[in-house]
């Protein structure tokens, strides 16, 4: 996928939360909450995405040169959005899993207090944290974008423009997973 600019970016990410909100917004409750086939529910996929763009949108809202005192700079010529998505299909096949992530990430989502309705709670979630990437990321410059670096989980090091790739990637992998879900509940 040809995909490197800021526009492409943010066309790439408002494509995937549109593909998802939109499925999830469409689905009946109890086929959104079925975890009835021993994997993730559709919801289970969703808050998995929420906890996975938030933390992500945080970085980008932080001044350059804390990042880069945080985490450094890039020490590696950039990769493209396949090699990315490579990458990360090679860790899966490997047995990497989110469950298999470094303590300080969250494992589970913590609804707010009084939340009656989880799946329109988790597409609200889902669409703040995807606003907030894009503001960020649209807000720094290209530079500071292919040479500031944070750790990913999978034990990677990426530029914050590979971390969008990667963002791309992931979201666009677990939205065929939400669809999956949706439309073989046993609901």
């Not at 469950?99 to 009084?114: A, D, K, N």
């Not at 989880?118 to 960020?136: E, F, R």
């Not at 807000?139 to 914050?160: F, K, N, Q």
Request: with cysteine; charged share 20%; glycine share 6%.
């Amino acid at each position: 996928m040809a995909i490197w600019t800021k526009d492409e970016i943010t066309a790439a990410l408002r494509a995937v939360q549109k593909r998802v909100a939109d499925a999830v917004a469409a689905a009946d409750y109890a086929v959104f909450m079925d975890d009835s086939t021993g994997g993730w529910s559709a919801s289970g996929y969703l808050a998995h995405l929420v906890l996975s763009v938030k933390p992500t949108a945080k970085v980008y809202h932080l001044p350059p040169d804390k990042i880069a005192a945080m985490f450094g700079v890039a020490a590696q010529p950039e990769r493209t959005y396949d090699e990315i998505a490579v990458l990360y299909s090679a860790k899966l096949a490997g047995g990497m899993r989110a469950e298999m992530s470094p303590p300080v990430l969250p494992t589970s989502y913590r609804f707010p207090e009084g939340v009656t309705d989880v799946q329109a709670h988790l597409v609200q979630a889902w669409n703040d944290g995807n606003d907030k990437l894009i503001a960020g990321m649209e807000a720094m410059s290209d530079a500071d974008l292919d040479r500031l670096v944070i750790p990913h989980p999978m034990g990677e090091v990426l530029t914050l423009r590979e971390m969008l790739f990667f963002t791309i990637h992931h979201s666009t992998m677990h939205a065929g997973d939400i669809e999956r879900c949706l439309a073989t509940s046993v609901i």
